[in-house]
């Protein structure tokens, strides 16, 4: 599979780009684990235009967790292109993918990401007049429609081919189903075995183990795929998938106390990253580095199957200092050791 000049090899698995969630040091750990290529949380493009310090901060990416794209959104033509302009000139991305997919109210509501489509004439503009302006190549993730009665993705598919992107990526709901129900692949196998489309073509949605990639590729033959909330507090998962689309069973797992690890290596990555682009006291950029490793200490599996472990859960995402918070996970350490053949599931990576 390729895009531009950037070669995945065959059946890459990228991280799905999420607000508060990919930040740069989980992506920096799903890179090692094996992740084909990673995304920044997604980019106001009016924001970016105004300068927000906070929207300019999300363009730090790193030489080690290259490719990576950047995720633009908004709704106005010159707005987007502009966004598109700075962040290839400040962040020179591998890719910039452009969000006609989010569905929360904040964003959709006011006629962006998924939003735009229920406007495909505008949604055409801004994405052609973005690949005229920039050199970086432009991809497009969206989803199979605004709602059950408006399933576009298989024409949608080839105009946004025609507007020159060099990768589409599908999430298989609509809109007014935002995260619930299950993800629909056949019409992302529809577009993949459309004999007009020659550009890649990503599957997202619902892929949470080893089994369910390896069906996607094969079923619906997919060039790549692309997983979002099952990494969360998982950035393991990588290897896992990889391993098993590889081999065909699942690698040598990783211990719980490499797990534990591997979380509080992205806290400090995390810490790290805000004292050096945005300053502050200890205190402060402890508590930032905190606030955004706390989604995915409330997510995780690892602690899944401890017994009585609610308050502690309540004391971890409490916490307001490191040492704190290290001193709560040390606590829990020899309680994963005692759990650690629980999580041992093979068959659901």
């Known amino acids: ?83 598109a302009q700075i962040v290839e000139a400040e962040a020179h991305p591998d890719v910039i993918d452009l969000n006609f997919g989010c569905p929360v109210k904040k964003v959709a509501g006011k006629g ?101 990639a390896r069906q996607a590729f094969c079923r619906y033959g997919v060039d790549a795929i692309m997983v979002g909330r099952a990494t969360f507090g998982r950035p393991w998962i990588f290897r896992e998938i990889n391993d098993y689309l590889r081999d065909g069973v699942s690698g040598t797992p990783l211990t719980a106390d490499e797990k534990l690890d591997i979380l509080i290596e992205q806290l400090h990555i995390n810490i790290e990253h805000i004292r050096r682009t945005r300053g502050g006291d200890d205190h402060e950029c402890q508590y930032r580095g905190i606030l955004h490793t706390r989604r995915h200490l409330a997510a995780t599996p690892l602690f899944k199957g401890i017994p009585n472990f609610r308050q502690t859960r309540i004391a971890m995402l409490r916490a307001e200092t490191v040492d704190e918070l290290l001193s709560i996970l040390q606590q829990v350490r020899p309680l994963l050791r005692d759990n650690d053949q629980n999580l041992a599931i093979p068959s659901d990576v």
């Not at 991809?139 to 507007?163: F, M």
């Open 1 to 83: 599979m390729q895009i531009g000049n950037i070669q995945f090899g065959q059946q890459p698995v990228f991280l799905a780009p999420m607000e508060d969630v990919t930040d740069l040091g989980f992506r920096k750990l799903c890179k090692r684990f094996g992740a084909a290529m990673v995304y920044t949380e997604f980019v106001s493009a009016e924001a970016l235009v105004r300068s927000v310090k906070t929207t300019i901060n999300k363009l730090t990416v790193a030489d080690e967790e290259r490719p990576v794209g950047i995720q633009i959104y908004g709704r106005d033509v010159p707005q987007m292109v502009e966004a």
């Open 112 to 212: 962006a990401g998924a939003g735009m489509l229920q406007n495909i004439p505008l949604l055409l503009d801004i994405t052609r007049e973005v690949v005229k302006a920039v050199k970086t190549p432009v991809t497009v993730k969206t989803r199979l429609g605004w709602n059950s009665e408006q399933l576009i993705i298989t024409t949608l598919a080839e105009q946004l081919q025609d507007c020159g992107i060099q990768a589409l990526t599908i999430h298989g709901r609509t809109r007014s189903q935002m995260y619930t129900g299950e993800a629909d692949w056949t019409l992302i196998g529809e577009v993949k075995r459309n004999p007009r489309i020659h550009i890649p073509i990503i599957g997202n949605g619902d892929i949470t183990t080893a089994e369910q």
